[in-house]
């Protein structure tokens, strides 16, 4: 079972909730889909042994053979090409990789080459993962597309996405079974789950919400869930103890044991939404 | 000789547009005749790459020099490429920057602006 943790916005509690999550499992398999920033090793601290450079294909010219024609320039769907004086400008930070300016090249001067544009790492046995996107690169895709190619099917598997509700978070999404919704009783935090909650069900992935932060006297996010009839799955309190160990790196689950029954029980009623 | 310019419309008396990339209109203008010729940019809603292609196609309206506001670092490569100068605008009618092109009064642009300037707070998406 695929398992995705998103929100929206940042910096409600996705690591908390997956990692925890993770932890509390024991035999499963932890994805940081956030290449930009990954942080889920922070708390799980794995021993990363492996490490996968990922590529992309990108346009290299042969001047000698290009005649200047233009053709690779108008075929982009990027804009990342450009023909000045007859010769090719080539942008590679704004390509998509589709290869269609070395399809549309008439002479053969056109070709793709490998570019680099991160890492895959992980620990020996590929229970935890994640990406690292280098600085500087703007299309996280295939990175996250690397880090799905070695989903388990034979344990939980659990995607720390990234925030938003763009490309990324789609990839990440993508091919799932369940849907965690962190979020928190903020404005903030209600604006982007309505955001959330209309990308999963555009997507037909079933879910449920976690309301990290909460608190006695803002109910807004309970409020909402009950006019839309979206399941909580658990509450995690606004509180100053959890707060100030992770700060320190250190997981509710890992603080005290009985986070990590109420994480257990988190999963089973994953289980039972998959399942309806 | 013809210069390029930037433009929110399409006629001489619409105002410079401040972006390059993403502006409405270039018009391909003889400073010496006022003749014009308007194109709409299409590169204005790209989702990404919209200064290479504007750059692209005034390279190949074979104008000599750019009057705008503010120029990305891809679209300045590719001018640069094609020798074509740059000059900033000011904040007038595209006929008013043409009498200053005239007068020589207009500041040429060498550094690039960061990339997605001119596209607000929300600028910079992927």
């Known amino acids: 079972m695929k398992i995705a943790v998103l929100s929206g916005k940042g910096g409600t509690g996705k690591t908390t909730v997956s990692a925890s999550l993770a932890y509390s499992l024991g035999a499963c398999q932890y994805i940081d889909c956030d290449v930009e920033e990954p942080n889920g090793a922070i708390f799980l601290k794995p021993d990363l042994q492996e490490s996968y450079q990922v590529k992309v294909p990108v346009p290299e010219v042969d001047q000698a053979k290009c005649n200047g024609c233009g053709a690779c320039v108008k075929v982009c769907q990027f804009n990342a090409l450009a023909v000045i004086k007859g010769k090719v400008l080539l942008f590679s930070e704004i390509c998509h990789h589709c290869g269609a300016c070395s399809l549309a090249c008439q002479t053969g001067a056109v070709h793709e080459v490998d570019r680099i544009i991160g890492v895959v790492e992980t620990d020996q046995v590929q229970s935890f993962l994640h990406g690292r996107l280098n600085i500087g690169e703007p299309i996280s895709i295939p990175i996250i597309r690397e880090l799905k190619k070695r989903i388990n099917k034979d344990l939980p598997v659990i995607l720390d996405c990234p925030p938003g509700a763009s490309c990324s978070v789609v990839q990440s999404l993508e091919d799932c079974d369940y849907c965690i919704l962190v979020t928190e009783p903020t404005p903030f935090g209600l604006h982007d789950l309505k955001i959330a909650v209309a990308l999963v069900k555009k997507m037909g992935i079933p879910f449920g919400v976690i309301v990290n932060k909460a608190t006695e006297n803002q109910r807004m996010i309970q409020d909402f869930c009950k006019e839309n009839e979206i399941g909580i799955l658990m509450e995690i309190p606004f509180s100053r103890k959890i707060a100030e160990k992770y700060s320190k790196g250190i997981l509710p689950v890992q603080d005290n044991p009985e986070w990590i029954k109420r994480f257990q029980e988190v999963y089973a009623k994953v289980e039972r939404g998959v399942n309806q | ?126």
């Open chain 2, 1 to 126: 000789m013809k210069i390029a310019i930037s433009a929110t419309g399409n006629t001489l008396d619409g105002a410079l547009d401040q972006r390059f990339g993403r502006a409405a209109f270039f018009l391909i203008v003889d400073p010496d005749t006022s003749q014009f010729e308007v194109i709409n940019n299409e590169a204005a809603g790209a989702a990404g790459g919209a200064g290479i292609t504007s750059a692209q196609t005034i390279v190949d309206k074979g104008v000599k020099a750019v009057i705008t506001g503010n120029v990305g670092p891809n679209a300045m490569k590719v001018l640069n490429a094609a020798e074509i100068a740059v000059y900033r605008g000011v904040s007038a009618s595209v006929r008013a920057n043409i009498e200053k092109f005239k007068k020589r009064t207009l500041e040429k642009i060498d550094n690039a602006v960061p990339s997605h300037f001119g596209m607000g707070l929300t600028g910079g998406q992927k």
